[in-house]
Each structure stands twice: as C-alpha cells, then as structure tokens.
C-alpha cells in the first residue's frame, strides 16, 4: 500500500486532534508566516550567510513546517500548488525577459 499524499496525511493528522476549528484562512497564513520566519532565525547572526551543518536538520524540520502550511493553505482554496507554480513560472518569463534581466537583481518594473 502506498502513502498517502502529504496533504491527505496532514488532514489526517489535524482530524484525529479536532484541530480543523482553528484552521481557517487567517490562522493558516499567520502559521505560514511563522515557520518561514523560523527559516529566517536560523539564518541570523551566522556568518558567510550559512547554517552550521549541525542545524541542517533544523533547517529540514523548518522547511516542512512551511510546506504543512502552505499545502493546507492551497487545499482550503482548492488551489494545485503545481499547477500555480508552472502558471507563476511563465508570467515571470514574461515580467523578466532574459535580454534585460540577466545578471540584473532589479524588479520588472525597474527593467529598462
């Protein structure tokens, strides 16, 4: 038997504890703003802009607490975070042609 897809695993997991009350939009987006700040902390104070390799499981840990958040978030907008991102992809394609973009960290509104 196969696992379960991650977002039926995680609605699995919030059902068991009745916790579907406190996921509505806003909570979901307050938590996801949360744990990519959790992202941010690990990152202060280091030096060269690296996580020490002992917190790279930290780091893991992190970056799945953004992705329960984001997954569930999507679901409870039937958004295909897949699908959105290939759509996101190509207006950025769009917004950031090559011939102007290239080695240039400016927003598309700044693009000359």
């Known amino acids: 038997m196969s696992e379960p897809k991650p977002i039926e695993a995680i609605k699995e997991f919030i059902k068991e504890r009745d916790w579907e009350q406190f996921h509505d939009p806003k909570n979901l987006a307050i938590s ?16 060269n802009n690296e996580i020490n390799n002992n917190r790279i499981d930290d780091l893991s840990d992190e970056i799945a ?5 984001l997954l569930l978030l999507a679901d409870h907008y ?18 950031y042609p090559i011939e102007k973009s290239k080695g240039n960290s400016d927003k598309y509104s700044e693009l000359h």
Request: charged share 40%; hydrophobic share 40%.
């Open 65 to 69: 607490d953004v992705y329960y958040w």
């Open 78 to 95: 039937e958004i295909d975070i897949e699908k959105a991102l290939r759509e996101k992809i190509k207006k950025n394609n769009k917004k």
């Open 32 to 47: 996801l703003n949360l744990e990519s700040a959790e992202i941010l902390e690990l990152f202060q104070w280091t030096k």
